[in-house]
């Protein structure tokens, strides 16, 4: 009897230990686990931060362009309208013409900033021309003609068209009102700018 009752407290004191034993690895399993999940996260968040500061250093400001050869606004135009910078070669060039900057466009390369405007990309395609500008003189002889007239302007490359000249300065009603003399034109300069200036008398 002495004996049994032995091997029953003896059963009972294993039983006890490996359920303690049972009950404490389950925890230092959970306790492992989560260690190494912070862990993971951790790396995890040291490897996706200099992607980010990689991906902000290297992140495109705008596009690079390179103009070469004979420069003017027309091959501008192909070249935007090519590498889908502008997506209408006409409004850039009415928008060009209309600034007076149409024939200031010159050869080397270039970043246009992704949401640049047309007249932002106008001025900066069109700045180290500008910054060499000087005044122009421009005469013109009594009773002269808007023909005349356009075709001086012309040929001192202040105008890009001859009859969108005329047109405009029907439209503005001024024609035969050209004054005659030399007059000083500031550039760049917009076409009714332009007109404008030609029918002011001439500071003697």
């Not at 389950?26 to 931060?49: E, P, Q």
């Not at 890009?160 to 009102?177: D, T």
């Not at 030399?182 to 001439?202: A, R």
Request: net charge negative; with cysteine.
């Amino acid at each position: 009897m002495k004996f049994s009752q032995w091997m029953s407290q003896a059963l009972v004191h294993i039983g006890r230990i490996l359920i303690t034993l049972l009950i404490l690895s389950i925890f230092l399993g959970i306790v492992y686990l989560g260690i190494g999940n912070l862990t993971s996260r951790a790396h995890l968040s040291k490897a996706a931060t200099p992607d980010i500061v990689e991906e902000e250093i290297e992140a495109p400001k705008g596009k690079e362009i390179s103009l070469e050869g004979d420069v003017n606004v027309k091959t501008v135009a192909d070249t935007l309208l090519a590498q889908g910078i502008i997506k209408d070669k006409a409004s850039f060039i009415q928008v060009a013409t209309e600034m007076g900057v149409y024939n200031y466009f010159v050869p080397g390369d270039f970043t246009i900033p992704q949401d640049a405007t047309v007249k932002e990309m106008i001025h900066i395609l069109t700045k180290d021309k500008l910054a060499s500008l000087q005044d122009i003189s421009v005469t013109l002889p009594s009773n002269v003609t808007n023909e005349q007239v356009a075709d001086i302007l012309l040929a001192q490359d202040l105008i890009a068209s001859k009859p969108a000249f005329v047109q405009r300065v029907k439209a503005l009603g001024v024609q035969g009102q050209f004054k005659p003399g030399t007059h000083k034109v500031s550039c760049p300069i917009k076409v009714d700018d332009l007109i404008k200036t030609l029918c002011q008398e001439v500071e003697q």
